[in-house]
């Protein structure tokens, strides 16, 4: 059974003080891992997916990269409106290809 | 460029009762998957349409069922509705095709008391 676990469940930072967020995930061939970010009350907004071990990607404050047993998301000098859920989800190749998620991080960044 | 939407937001509804709950997919889309989100949890899977048909399913009751029209929007149905089912329903679509990234609304919130 795929499996999914997020570190920590939550976090505090002051605006600009960097970090990040863990996603250790158990699957039988990974075809793709996705970040999502959710705000309190609404649906999950896409950020990224990442398919192979070494890929990275970036959108403005955060990096998104890839191992074969996890993934981080790096968030550099963050601002009071990064603060969310952030929910990390993999996609099992071979499988019905029906994302798992983790329970997601709550970041809070204070001003 | 529509998003998925989703209606209605908000409901409150007494144990027992039954619900339908509404999604239109973001446009180019004709897959629509449906999750339940209870607080703090993350988004589980309940089902995926695809050509009208039910393709998969994940560990709900049969008091769970959905429905997808020929313009791919998609109902979810909860009968006999019980405290548990309260949480968030989040409908999210994707393109034709298995395995590519899907797409969220913003949810509707349904509280059973």
């Known amino acids: 059974e795929d499996q999914v676990t997020q570190s920590p469940e939550a976090l505090r930072l002051q605006e600009g003080e960097s970090s990040s967020l863990n996603c250790s995930y158990t699957?039988?061939?990974?075809?793709?891992l996705f970040w999502y970010r959710q705000d309190p009350g609404k649906g999950p907004e896409f950020l990224f997916t990442?398919?192979?071990a070494g890929e990275e990607k970036e959108k403005e404050r955060l990096k998104a990269t890839l191992t074969k047993k996890e993934s981080f998301l790096h968030i550099t000098a963050p601002k009071p409106e990064d603060s969310a859920t952030y929910l990390c989800?993999?996609?099992?190749?071979?499988?019905?290809?029906?994302?798992?998620f983790g329970r997601g991080t709550s970041l809070i960044v204070h001003p | 460029d529509a998003g998925v939407t989703q209606s209605p937001t908000h409901l409150i509804k007494t144990r027992g009762q039954q619900v339908t709950l509404r999604c239109s997919p973001k446009?180019?889309?004709?897959?629509v998957s449906w999750y339940q989100q209870a607080l703090g949890q993350g988004p589980q899977f309940i089902f995926q349409?695809?050509?009208?048909?039910?393709?998969q399913r994940g560990n709900f009751p049969d008091r769970f069922s959905g429905h997808q029209f020929p313009n791919y929007s998609s109902e979810l149905n909860v009968n006999a509705l019980l405290l548990g089912d309260s949480a968030l329903y989040l409908c999210?679509?994707?393109?034709?095709?298995?395995?590519?990234?899907?797409?969220f609304g913003e949810g509707s919130w349904l509280t059973v008391v």
């Open positions: 999210a679509s994707s393109p034709g095709g298995r395995g590519n990234t899907i797409y």
């Open positions: 699957v039988s061939g990974l075809r793709g």
């Open positions: 990442l398919y192979s």
């Open positions: 989800a993999v996609q099992a190749a071979g499988g019905s290809y029906i994302p798992t």
């Open positions: 446009s180019g889309h004709d897959t």
């Open positions: 349409y695809y050509e009208e048909e039910e393709r």
